[in-house]
């Protein structure tokens, strides 16, 4: 922050094009106080949570499968490593024409980009359960879907929630960005685009702190 406003103090940059933090942070809180801001927020959040709540829906189950069965890990690892890098804004022109604008593509990039770290977290989890704990549950005779839900996924759960983390923060930009690329939208991302365009930049940075604060908040 002190090196944030000395640059503008010293007239480093221009102020217009980077606003010192002596007038973004103000502007910042008295947004939490603007209920269309507010609404933006939220609006996200909802895109952010209903993303990440199938994303792991969809990738816990399948990475605990693939993670007790090598030859299904091997038969899929070099699509994943494929389809993995793909980034989500490159796709949502795809999103946008088969969903159409508005919330189900944005939560379709969420998701897109959510369940590899939950997938390939909870693959690695599942190969580090303990081998004398699933053998334990066979002399017990539990079915393998029990020995997935009672050993295995407790087991994996440590680093299925490191996935989690880092979906989490993904997610959040994701939505973000997706809403200014997608546009049409009330969420965050759109709110900035509005704002940007009409030159009003000390509110720009302003809505940038407040993602950043929910980013933290939110891991």
């Not at 002596?22 to 933006?40: I, K």
């Not at 879907?145 to 996935?163: N, Q, S």
């Amino acid at each position: 922050l002190a090196a944030w406003q000395i640059v503008v103090a010293q007239h480093l940059v221009r102020e217009e094009y980077f606003p010192p933090p002596t007038q973004v942070l103000p502007t910042a809180v008295g947004l939490l106080a603007t209920p269309v801001f507010v609404r933006a927020i939220f609006s996200t959040l909802q895109e952010v949570f209903f993303g990440l709540l199938i994303a792991c829906v969809v990738a816990i189950p399948v990475g605990l499968v693939m993670g007790r069965s090598p030859h299904l890990q091997r038969a899929t690892r070099l699509l994943i490593e494929m389809l993995r890098p793909l980034p989500a804004v490159a796709l949502a022109p795809l999103a946008i024409l088969v969903l159409g604008l508005g919330m189900r593509s944005i939560v379709a990039l969420v998701i897109w980009t959510s369940v590899w770290p939950i997938l390939v977290n909870t693959i690695y989890g599942a190969q580090a359960t303990e081998k004398q704990a699933i053998e334990t549950a066979r002399t017990f005779r539990l079915d393998p879907v029990r020995i997935l839900a009672l050993v295995v996924l407790p087991g994996a759960a440590p680093l299925i929630a490191t996935g989690l983390r880092i979906a989490v923060a993904i997610a959040l930009a994701v939505a973000i960005a997706g809403e200014m690329v997608a546009g049409g939208g009330d969420g965050l991302g759109s709110w900035i685009v509005q704002e940007g365009s009409a030159s009003s930049l000390v509110f720009v940075y302003a809505a940038a702190v407040v993602a950043g604060v929910l980013g933290l908040l939110i891991n």
